[in-house]
Every structure is written in structure tokens, then in C-alpha cells.
């Protein structure tokens, strides 16, 4: 089976919005829809017509562009059953565990609390892809809002533990500030020292950091990271617990200016 074609853009001010189609049955979704014009001209560019509408949480700047779409293409929306209330338009509801197809791929749903109660994540196992929403972000993790800190750890480990090959897609582009953040909690770690310079020079042409890979996450995302010396010296939290060393980092990012 040919892999799907993903085409990512940015839209609002730094969301990303994700098209994905497959061209055997002419299917086309959008992963969250944080703003109908920006997804109906990404659409009108490719040729593509929506056919359904993916939703990883109830935030306005990833469902606003829901009904708009819905009224015009008829669009299928499948959220999380969690927030289904804050879903406009919501069609299908899933929870984790729950999986559903997708031109043909198994759409596998992944319960992610923490930056809201009934945050999802989806994973296409056959094609290597998860959509991460506001869950994991490249270097970076989502703020902590409605869930605790140690449920947004619980569910970043269940990221840390998919393939390395993986390739993931996330709702912003927060990549060069997240690396200047890294560098303050983990300053030795050369792969992270690389790939700061790489996203810096990225940016200074406005290039998209993503997608990026749950491999190179693991080398280099300080959120996914309790285990290195490095990080638990500079904490002073040598013994501490693999969820107190990452709650200890997300407070540390909330307050970084």
C-alpha cells in the first residue's frame, strides 16, 4: 500500500496544521482544524477534498475551523470521547485503546492527559506516524493546564516507549525557543547542542522544524530525558524519581523566559 501523502503548513500564528491523503480512495483529513480558511487553501492548493476532520483535544486554536468545514465538505469528525461536549460538530468519539480506520490504515487512539483531562494522540502504526497535538512538541512537551504533572509524564512515557523511526507531527512550532530552554537544563548533550544551532538557522529563514522523529525526541527533548546524569546534576535531584525530574523540568519551562 502507498504511504499516505502528508502535507504540513502554519497557520494562525505558530500552529501547524497537517493534511493527510491518501490517493487510492481520495481521503483527506486534517489533523485538528485550527483555522478553516488556512486548511481550505491548503486544500484548494493540493487538489485534495476533506473528508474528515481528526481532533486531538478541545482547544479553540484546534477546533474553530470545525463547523465551517463540516458545513462545506461534510467532513467526518472524530475527537476524544473525554471532551466530546467541546468538540464542535464531533461525530465520532474515542478514547484510548479505541483504533479506527482511515483509508484503509488502523488509526490507533493513545489517552495522553495532562495538558487537557481527555487530550489524544493518534498513532498509525503501519505507516510509522503518530500526531501528537499539544502532547509532545519537538524539544518540548505541552503546559501543563487541566491534568497534573504526573499524568503529563505518564503519557509522555508511553511516547517515549514507540519506535525510534517514528515519525511525529505536533500542533505548534515551538522549536527554537524549546532548544533555548534545553540548553539550560542539559547544556552537555552534543546532539542537542547540534540540533539547536540546526532549528536556530531554521527559523532565521522561517523554515518548519517538523516533522521530526520519537528518535531523535529521545536524544535530545529534555522533557522525555529524567534518566540523564547530566539533567538530575544540574536539578541537585540525583535520586529522585523519573516523575519528579520531569515535573521539576515542566515547572522550570513554565517559568523560562
Not at 500564528?13 to 491548503?42: C, F, K, M, S
Not at 501543563?144 to 507531527?169: C, N, Q, Y
Not at 532565521?204 to 522523529?213: H, N
Request: some cysteine; aromatic content about 6%.
Amino acid at each position: 500500500m502507498p504511504q499516505l501523502d502528508l502535507h504540513p503548513f502554519i497557520c494562525r500564528e505558530d500552529n501547524y496544521g497537517v493534511l493527510v491523503h491518501d490517493a487510492a480512495t481520495g481521503q483527506t483529513a486534517t489533523i485538528d482544524a485550527p483555522a478553516a480558511p488556512a486548511i481550505e487553501r491548503e486544500l484548494a492548493r493540493k487538489g485534495w477534498k476533506l473528508t474528515h476532520i481528526l481532533t486531538t483535544h478541545h482547544h479553540t486554536d484546534h477546533v474553530e475551523g470545525n463547523l465551517a468545514l463540516k458545513e462545506k465538505w461534510g467532513a467526518t469528525i472524530i475527537g476524544p470521547k473525554a471532551e466530546a461536549a467541546r468538540i464542535p460538530g464531533i461525530d465520532q468519539r474515542v478514547s484510548g485503546g479505541d483504533s479506527y480506520d482511515f483509508a484503509g490504515r488502523e488509526v490507533k487512539v493513545i489517552a495522553t492527559p495532562g495538558h487537557t483531562k481527555g487530550h489524544i494522540v493518534l498513532h498509525l502504526p503501519e505507516e510509522k506516524l503518530l500526531f501528537a497535538g499539544d502532547t509532545l512538541f519537538a524539544l518540548g512537551c505541552g503546559r501543563v493546564i487541566e491534568g497534573t504533572l504526573a499524568e503529563m509524564w505518564t503519557s509522555l512515557d508511553k511516547l517515549r516507549k514507540l519506535p525510534r523511526d517514528t515519525v511525529f507531527h505536533c500542533g505548534h512550532e515551538y522549536t527554537e525557543s524549546n532548544a533555548r530552554f534545553a540548553l539550560t537544563i542539559e547544556p552537555g548533550n552534543e546532539a542537542l547542542v547540534k540540533r539547536a544551532a540546526r532549528t536556530k538557522a531554521q527559523r532565521a529563514k522561517s523554515e518548519m522544524t517538523l516533522p521530526g522523529t520519537i528518535g531523535e525526541e529521545l536524544d535530545t527533548n529534555v522533557f522525555l530525558r529524567p534518566e540523564s546524569k547530566e539533567i538530575r546534576s544540574i536539578l541537585s535531584m540525583a535520586l529522585a524519581g523519573n516523575a519528579d525530574v520531569f515535573a521539576e523540568v515542566r515547572k522550570r519551562k513554565d517559568a523560562f523566559r
